[in-house]
């Protein structure tokens, strides 16, 4: 995808492509319980809004901020490092991952995207996960004047709330490819994911129930969506993925809001017909009733979205 360099070929290694950056703060956590908030920050160009988002009663103190595309030294952020800045701002440790450098046409990396997480506690550890990269047909590739170099990559991290360890995994999937190659995604994803013990996994997981890698397929889901739009707001059924979370003791039933979609590409297309594409899942971990949210990401002053994606949030009891 966008030339982006191939970790699966035949005998190659899934390995991150680049290292962890972690900046630890002092914990300032100190509560009953775990506000989680869930973003597809689209890049986070408009990152200062998304901070003041973040103030609103649903999501405000919020203990864990999972934050899918996230830019560094890109052009659309102004070449800010989105995740480290909003930490700061926030008073919150961080932990980015890159997944793909973005290059200039002489091949010089210039600026990163990557899936972050900001945390009231400061982290213990945290590991990069490659993951498979589904191949996109050239012909819908966006024509660009740079290119990428990576693979997907999530991140799985342990730290410490209300006295226990706890690991917490980020994920984005790809939008593109059918559901079983998501699948194929997050099984890779999941192997390095520790199979017991207190646990919160979320991301941008493109349930989109369908493949859209042509022309035909697309118009084929925009049809599914006037005909049967309930399939894309309960995509359960048609996404395996949701096998592999089950399988591995990871459960979204209470941490999400049924039917609720969390995704537009356009204001104009009725809530009824929009996607659910972004998931929290928990394990030995009780949602607290009520609590859980979607949560439009609108500024407060300008009313306009900062991301395409809706805020998912949920409070869990410690």
């Known amino acids: 995808m966008d ?43 408009k990152f200062r809004e998304i901070v003041k988002c973040l ?12 934050l899918c595309e996230v830019n560094a030294g890109m052009r659309p952020s102004a070449g800010r490092d989105v995740a480290v800045e909003m930490a700061a701002m926030l008073g919150m440790s961080c932990a980015y991952v890159r997944e793909f450098g973005v290059t200039n046409p002489r091949g010089e990396v210039v600026g990163y995207m990557g899936n972050a997480m900001l ?21 819908l590739r966006r024509q660009r004047r740079w290119s990428r170099v990576g693979t997907p990559t999530g991140i799985v991290t342990r730290m410490k709330f209300g006295g226990g ?3 917490v995994g980020l994920a984005h999937l790809h939008s593109r490819c059918a559901p079983a190659q998501r699948a194929r995604q997050m ?63 990871l459960e979204i039933e209470g941490v999400n809001v049924a039917n609720r979609p969390t995704f537009t590409f356009s204001g104009l297309i009725p809530l ?21 949210a979607v949560v439009t990401p609108r ?4 009313q306009r979205r ?3 994606h809706d805020f998912v949030t949920v409070d869990l009891e410690l």
Request: net charge positive; no cysteine; charged share 20%.
């Open 165 to 167: 360890e706890l690991t």
């Open 55 to 66: 103030e609103r009663p649903a999501l405000q103190g919020a203990d864990l901020i999972l």
């Open 272 to 292: 009824s017909m929009r996607p659910k594409l972004d998931w929290l899942a928990v394990r030995e971990l009780r949602p607290i009733a009520g609590t859980a």
């Open 299 to 302: 500024s407060p002053i300008l």
């Open 187 to 249: 099984a890779t994803y999941l192997e390095s994911f520790p199979a017991a013990g207190r646990a919160v996994f979320g991301g941008d997981l493109n349930t989109t129930t369908t493949e859209l890698s042509n022309r035909s397929q697309m118009l084929a889901t925009a049809w599914q969506m006037i005909a049967n739009p309930g399939r894309f707001r309960a995509p359960q059924a048609y996404e395996p993925l949701f096998d592999n979370l089950r399988e591995h003791g």
């Open 3 to 45: 030339r982006a360099r191939d970790l699966n070929a035949a005998g190659a290694k899934l390995t991150p492509p680049y290292p962890p950056i972690v900046v630890n703060r002092p914990a300032r956590h100190a509560g009953p319980r775990l506000r989680v908030v869930l973003l597809n920050a689209a890049g986070g160009k």
């Open 119 to 139: 945390s009231a506690v400061p982290f213990d550890d945290v590991t990069a996960i490659a993951m498979h990269n589904p191949r996109t047909p050239r012909m």
């Open 306 to 308: 900062v991301s395409d």
